[in-house]
Structures are given as structure tokens and as C-alpha cells.
């Protein structure tokens, strides 16, 4: 079985400064996917940033970047720029590329990101 | 753009009662996943719907049932309700292709309080 470490229970950062959050996971799958999720206050699980592993190029979305590392198993999120706004738990989420009703998503224990006026 | 929605978005509930989660999907998607998200924990999954059958099923109790109808939304049932079911059901849905290349929606989750 699939299994999401991310072993930062907190993290804080000033406002306009940059934030990397750790993920590492366990899987014989060659093929899958990886996520990162924001879950503010209001608990909505909104989706940051995806990244496929077939692909060597690093996703990202405005502000929100990974470091996908397939060999190390590493999945990190940084954070540029950051914002009041971007507050939140994150979860780090593998998926495995196959279907049959493997679909569903195997989730870290997440970070929680504070930042600093 | 329609998202997924769940109703009631609020349920408080006494011990050894049942409740009924209800979820509707993003139209057009064929696939609906429930997860439970206890207190401070990360979600956990607990079953799966593709084309209205059952498709995967995870740490899911045996008071708890599921099911798709034909209209795609799905209903969990959870009967002689405990004190540690207290959580926040999210109910996400997604378009199964050929590729499996899909992306899963959440809504925006039922709280479910037992008291």
C-alpha cells in the first residue's frame, strides 16, 4: 500500500517570503500522481498544484512550484510570494495512475502553514 | 461553473441514531468517493462509485453503507451512530476516461457532529 509522509506538523513564514513544505511517499507504482491540497478555515480541500510522474518537468502554478524528486520519492511544495490568504493545512496526496477504482487519493498527515504579517 | 454538492452541510445526531450524507456530483461525472476527516487528522477513504457500482472500498465501518442511483449522486448511510464518527464527510466526484488522467472534485463536506 501507498503511503504520504509529511513530517513538518507546522510551518510559518513571513508574508512576501518563500515557504517550502516537505512531502515524501512509498509506492512500487511506476506510474502515478501527486497533489498538494489547501484546506483553509472553512475546511473546502482545494487543489494547489498537481504534478504526473511520467513527467520530468516540475508543475507549477503562478506562486505554487514543486520539487518532484521520483528517485528520492520526494514531493515538495514551494511557495513564493507568500500571502495572508495562503493560511491554511496542506496535504500532500498520491493517486495511483491506474484505474479499476484505484483512484482514490492516499493523503499526508499535512502541514500547517501560518503567515506572518 | 456546478460543483459538487453536499447536503446537509450541517448534522448533529445522538448516539445509536442514523443519518443519510448526500452528494451530488459535477454533471457528467460517472465517479463519486467519500472520505471521513476526523479532528485534526488528514481524510481517510472510505468507498468509491464508478457507473453506480461499487469500485473500491477502504477503512469504510460495516454500520456504513453506500450507493449511486441512477442519477449519479450517491447517499452514505451510517446506522447506530457512535461518538467517534464525528467528523467532516467530503464527498468528491471526478470523469472517468479512457487515460484515467482525471481530476477529483470536492464539495464542500457534511459535518457531521454525534452527541
Known amino acids: 500500500a501507498q503511503t504520504v509522509t509529511q513530517s513538518q506538523p507546522e510551518m510559518s513564514v513571513q508574508e512576501a517570503e518563500t515557504v517550502t513544505l516537505s512531502c515524501t511517499y512509498d509506492?512500487?507504482?511506476?506510474?502515478?500522481?501527486l497533489f498538494w491540497y489547501k484546506q483553509p478555515p472553512s475546511r473546502q480541500m482545494i487543489l494547489v498544484i498537481r504534478?504526473?510522474?511520467?513527467k520530468q518537468q516540475n508543475a507549477t502554478e503562478n506562486r505554487f512550484s514543486v520539487n518532484f524528486q521520483k528517485a528520492a520519492k520526494s514531493f515538495s511544495l514551494k511557495i513564493s510570494d507568500s500571502q495572508l490568504g495562503d493560511a491554511a493545512m496542506y496535504f500532500c496526496?498520491?493517486?495511483?495512475?491506474w484505474g479499476g477504482g484505484s483512484e482514490k487519493l492516499v493523503f499526508g498527515k499535512g502541514t500547517k502553514l501560518t503567515v506572518n504579517p | 461553473a456546478a460543483g459538487v454538492i453536499q447536503s446537509p452541510r450541517h448534522l448533529i445526531k445522538e448516539k445509536r441514531e442514523t443519518a443519510t450524507l448526500k452528494c451530488y456530483p459535477i454533471p457528467r461525472h460517472d465517479t463519486v468517493y467519500w472520505y471521513q476527516q476526523g479532528p485534526g487528522q488528514d481524510p481517510q477513504f472510505l468507498i468509491s462509485?464508478?457507473?453506480?457500482?461499487?469500485?473500491d472500498k477502504g477503512s469504510i465501518p460495516d454500520r456504513f453503507s453506500a450507493q449511486q442511483f441512477s442519477d449519479y449522486h450517491s447517499e452514505l448511510n451510517m446506522s447506530s451512530l457512535e461518538l467517534g464518527d464525528s467528523a467532516l464527510y467530503f464527498c468528491a466526484s471526478s470523469l472517468t476516461d479512457i487515460s484515467w488522467d482525471t481530476e477529483a472534485f470536492f464539495g464542500q463536506g457534511t459535518r457531521l457532529t454525534v452527541v
Open positions: 462509485f464508478y457507473e453506480k457500482m461499487q469500485s
Open positions: 509506492t512500487s507504482e511506476s506510474d502515478y500522481y
Open positions: 504534478q504526473e510522474a511520467y
Open positions: 496526496a498520491y493517486r495511483s495512475a
